[in-house]
């Protein structure tokens, strides 16, 4: 197993680096706004990193659309959440899945408190929610282990968005990744649709260096660990893909912006890392296999 020790890093690896969002001002309360109303509607920090995240392609590509339930894998900070509560309206639902509790202790830099705060966010989704917008949507937030009975067969889109990763890399010690793709059939509707979006490594890489421990994984491993949960691809994309970056065995995902993890006091290191941009990214679209 790898822990880490470099708190920075720490963080990005549980967060996904949202320090940058969680600067962002909350964006204005929007009924039955457009996706272009509501994604212009937010701060400049958070539109900044259109140019690498691609927000209105990516939420095209998976067809979601106003009204619809959706389901957000690690709301973290709330970059994503800022853009789908206001969007999907007062005729919508949103629902936040943290990570199991028992994946929380395994990152292993976290003290009780630490651990504490990350169980917290469960049930702290709805407040952010709420400070987002007072649309009327309807909310909902519980764990990959802890669907609710009434959430069953009630969502019609869930997000993977940056989050796969750590479900993989812990998949030997507590079957995180196994009970999270269960737990998603679980929630979706017959016809649901689940959209991944993943830190991507060539496909000549180690195995054992493309687990997610780097943040990183291949495509065809990803596609593969949906087949066996049930799933049939229906789409991929490259809308998130970034050619420059292309990781040795030893680069971790968390080096490039928003982190630049090791490089913030290397000016050299973090115009190189910066010229490269955020991550090269799959995108990836599935369904249940019938």
């Not at 690690?74 to 199991?100: C, D, F, H, K």
């Amino acid at each position: 197993m790898i822990y880490v020790k470099n708190t920075l890093l720490a963080s990005c690896l549980v967060l996904g680096c949202l320090s940058n969002s969680l600067l962002a001002e909350t964006p204005p309360a929007s009924n039955d706004a457009s996706l272009d109303q509501v994604l212009a509607a937010r701060s400049t920090t958070d539109r900044s990193r259109d140019d690498a995240r691609h927000p209105a392609k990516t939420l095209s590509f998976f067809q979601v659309e106003s009204g619809m339930t959706v389901a957000e894998a690690l709301p973290g900070g709330g970059w994503y959440t800022r853009v789908l509560a206001p969007y999907l309206g007062a005729e919508g639902s949103i629902y936040g899945i943290n990570y199991m509790e028992e994946v929380w202790p395994l990152f292993g830099f976290m003290d009780d408190e630490a651990i504490a705060k990350r169980v917290a966010t469960t049930d702290e989704f709805p407040g952010l929610v709420k400070d987002i917008t007072d649309n009327g949507i309807s909310v909902k937030s519980f764990t990959f282990s802890s669907v609710p009975e009434d959430a069953y067969g009630t969502v019609d889109r869930v997000l993977i968005i940056r989050a796969l990763h750590n479900l993989n890399r812990f998949e030997p010690d507590i079957g995180s990744r196994s009970q999270a793709l269960s737990s998603v059939r679980v929630l979706l509707k017959k016809d649901g649709l689940v959209g991944v979006v993943q830190h991507r490594v060539a496909e000549s890489a180690d195995d054992a260096t493309a687990d997610g421990s780097r943040g990183y994984m291949k495509q065809s491993a990803v596609i593969a660990m949906f087949e066996q949960a049930g799933f049939e691809l229906v789409a991929s994309s490259e809308i998130n893909a970034n050619s420059k970056d292309k990781p040795g065995p030893k680069d971790i995902v968390w080096r490039l912006p928003p982190s630049l993890s090791g490089s913030k006091d290397k000016p050299e290191i973090k115009a190189a890392m910066q010229e490269i941009g955020e991550s090269d990214r799959m995108t990836l679209l599935f369904k249940k296999a019938s």
